[in-house]
């Protein structure tokens, strides 16, 4: 009885862990399932110049697409950033470890409109 019951207690343990691990895949947190290839969307903070925000992606050897979405009043202080394809989602993470960036996200597809 003892060795039934330490068996099915070890296997909820092996099932609970393994639930633990599926959830903590960083690769499957917020990243839309479609997006623009060699794009990341980056948000700097407020107090970020153009300027300031242009020498930062070339100090990283990137190229920004479109930093006249940094002036604009519907969606200040973002950027498109281009980035090698298929290494979005590594410049995703990287993007949002630097504090001169709000967050950084894929420049995701949208079929709604």
């Not at 690769?27 to 990341?40: D, Q, T």
């Not at 394809?85 to 409109?113: C, M, P, Q």
Request: hydrophobic share 40%.
């Amino acid at each position: 009885m003892y060795k039934k019951f330490h068996a099915m207690k070890q296997s909820k343990f092996i099932l609970l862990l393994l639930l633990l691990l599926i959830g903590c895949d960083q690769s499957a947190l917020n990243f839309p399932e479609e997006f623009v290839p060699g794009e990341v969307a980056v948000k700097f903070i407020e107090s970020v110049k153009k300027s300031e925000a242009k020498a930062f992606i070339e100090d990283l050897d990137l190229d920004p697409v479109d930093l006249s979405k940094l002036d604009n009043e519907k969606h200040p202080n973002w950027t498109l950033i281009g980035v090698p394809e298929g290494k979005e989602k590594f410049w995703v993470k990287r993007f949002n470890n630097y504090s001169i960036v709000e967050v950084a996200e894929l420049n995701g597809i949208d079929h709604t409109h």
